[in-house]
């Protein structure tokens, strides 16, 4: 099954050969000729765009698109969903807060127990964790959704994006939303 990762990027000069080195290296270990990365420059001050355009060259499996100005990781994420051609889509930061194995899983989960989307979920120490737990919390309660985090890792069927209305920001509600319109979640 054709999957794209979508990844979002400002500011990520830094992370961006981490970042490419490791799709291209969790690609060729796994055989995924059907995997394609797609990083979206979201109007980044420094040289995150050239970085990624320079590693990238030659290779048909990244596409680098860049935003004219920081229109946040919302657009960033239309932006990409408009040039992917996977069925499956997964929002991955550029920041390598998580791996591509992680995101595999994801795929793969979606793929062999038919989920419309799947939420990773951190573990361990990460900043902002006693806000993520409250907000976490009260979204399981208020929208009666059994998912650990709302804002980790996730995946999804190219159906779900192109369903569900996507609003400045609105990135961090892409699960509530789907589950809005009765989309399979875990």
């Not at 946040?72 to 997964?90: L, M, V, W, Y």
Request: proline fraction near 3%; hydrophobic fraction near 40%.
């Amino acid at each position: 099954m054709k999957v794209s990762i979508i990844s979002p990027a400002y500011n990520e000069e830094e992370n961006i050969p981490f970042l490419i080195e490791e799709f291209i290296k969790f690609k060729e270990n796994n055989n995924l000729n059907d995997w394609e990365l797609i990083i979206v420059d979201d109007g980044s001050f420094d040289k995150t765009y050239e970085k990624a355009i320079e590693l990238s060259k030659n290779r048909d499996d990244i596409l680098v698109v860049k935003l004219p100005y920081n229109k946040g990781k919302t657009d960033a994420i239309k932006e990409g969903f408009k040039f992917s051609k996977g069925e499956i889509i997964i929002i991955f930061d550029a920041d390598l807060q998580f791996s591509f194995e992680d995101a595999y899983r994801i795929a793969k989960k979606i793929e062999d127990e038919n989920w419309d989307l799947v939420a990773g979920y951190k573990v361990g120490k990460y900043e902002k964790r006693f806000v993520s737990f409250v907000y976490n919390f009260l979204s399981r309660i208020f929208f009666n959704i059994k998912v650990r985090d709302m804002n980790a890792l996730k995946g999804m069927k190219r159906i779900v994006l192109e369903s569900i209305p996507l609003r400045k920001e609105w990135h961090r509600y892409i699960i509530p939303i789907a589950h809005h319109h009765k989309f399979k979640i875990t």
